[in-house]
């Protein structure tokens, strides 16, 4: 199995930063992608950001040049660098991870969930 703990949600002002982690342990032979999901209120999840093994990225239009995903590939962790944040950013932050475990089986695991609020 694997898991996923994440860290560094709370609450900051519109144009305030925040920074997420998110560490992976347990029977993991290698990841392949590593990536933050959110979902607001009402709405279904979305995709934010995600960093392939190799080092290249992508992220969602709403929040390209604000966000930066960057991996630790020897300490299985990824974080989210959240910048200039809007109220619209506001939303449970989920932090996902896919690779192969010890056993080869391929895997996909989620976090608990940070909630991360925008507000004044």
């Known amino acids: 199995q694997v898991q996923l703990v994440e860290s560094g949600g709370g609450l900051v002002q519109p144009g305030g930063s925040l920074k997420l982690s998110c560490a992976a342990s347990?029977?993991?032979?290698?990841?392949?992608?590593m990536g933050w999901y959110r979902q607001a209120p009402g709405k279904e999840r979305e995709k934010v950001a995600f960093?392939?093994?190799?080092?290249?990225?992508n992220y969602a239009d709403s929040v390209k040049g604000r966000f930066t995903i960057s991996r630790d590939n020897a300490k299985n962790t990824v974080n989210l660098q959240m910048n200039s944040l809007k109220p619209e950013d506001t939303a449970v932050y989920y932090c996902?991870?896919?690779?192969?475990?010890?056993?080869?089986?391929?895997?996909?695991?989620w976090g608990q969930g940070t909630q991360v609020t925008v507000s004044s």
């Open positions: 347990g029977s993991i032979f290698s990841i392949s992608a």
């Open positions: 960093i392939i093994s190799a080092g290249s990225s």
């Open positions: 996902n991870v896919e690779g192969r475990s010890n056993s080869s089986s391929v895997f996909g695991s």
